[in-house]
């Protein structure tokens, strides 16, 4: 499968503990964008990262949350002290630079919860 | 900011036609996708709009009218496994992050 794949599918958790998700983007692709989707929502855009660059951060991404693309390959998303609001589907997405179409493919997603 | 509105819900009976809106408001995109997502999948692509018109591929068609603020997915020849949620969103001018609506799910009748 040469789609972008993402680990843990499910990851359930304690409220207050750190949890860590990574997405492995589709190989050719130098842009990886992160979303957050509740139950009956689209998909919120968190942050993107063009190569290892963070180059946009959403205001939902508060101060208990980081992501890295330390070489512009896979890309991890942190949560620390996780609260019950934090529960949600995680969603990683790449696609190719450039200024015009260029689709984003989606991951499986992370669906947290956080008890 | 942005705003952008899809109908919650819809129905439709197998081997019909349906019809999903979108309007939204914005200072400014690039262009405006449409995206299927089956219950607990990942969004997939069906179709995108840069310049106003229609654009065809297969049962699946979309429209965009800039001037208007609208676009709308026509699904063609419902078949059961259309049942899914249907995301509208638009490409920013920069830096090409996706603004998602809501979503409409669409059910699929016999």
């Known amino acids: 499968d040469t789609g972008v794949s993402q680990n843990p599918r499910h990851k359930i958790t304690k409220r207050g503990q750190n949890v860590t998700f990574r997405c492995d983007p589709i190989s050719e692709h130098n842009r990886l964008y992160w979303y957050r989707q509740t139950l009956g929502q689209g998909p919120e855009f968190l942050t993107y990262f063009q190569n290892e660059a963070q180059l946009e951060k959403s205001r939902l991404l508060s101060d208990r949350f980081s992501a890295e693309r330390p070489k512009g390959s896979f890309s991890t998303l942190e949560i620390q002290r996780t609260e019950q609001g934090d529960s949600a589907m995680y969603l990683c997405a790449s696609s190719t630079r450039g200024d015009s179409y260029n689709e984003q493919f989606f991951g499986p997603g992370t669906r947290l919860t956080v008890l | 900011g942005q705003n952008i509105d899809q109908p919650t819900e819809m129905t439709a009976t197998e081997g019909a036609i349906v019809q999903i809106n979108c309007t939204y408001q914005?200072?400014?995109?690039?262009?405006l996708f449409w995206y299927q997502q089956h219950a607990g999948e990942a969004p997939t692509f069906l179709s995108y709009?840069?310049?106003?018109g229609l654009e065809e591929k297969g049962r699946f068609s979309s429209f965009l009218s800039r001037s208007k603020g609208y676009s709308y997915l026509l699904l063609k020849e419902l078949q059961m496994k259309d049942s899914a949620s249907y995301l509208c969103a638009l490409k920013q001018a920069a830096g090409n992050k996706l603004t998602f609506g809501g979503g409409t799910r669409v059910l699929v009748k016999p």
């Open positions: 914005t200072s400014g995109f690039n262009g």
């Open positions: 709009n840069v310049l106003d």
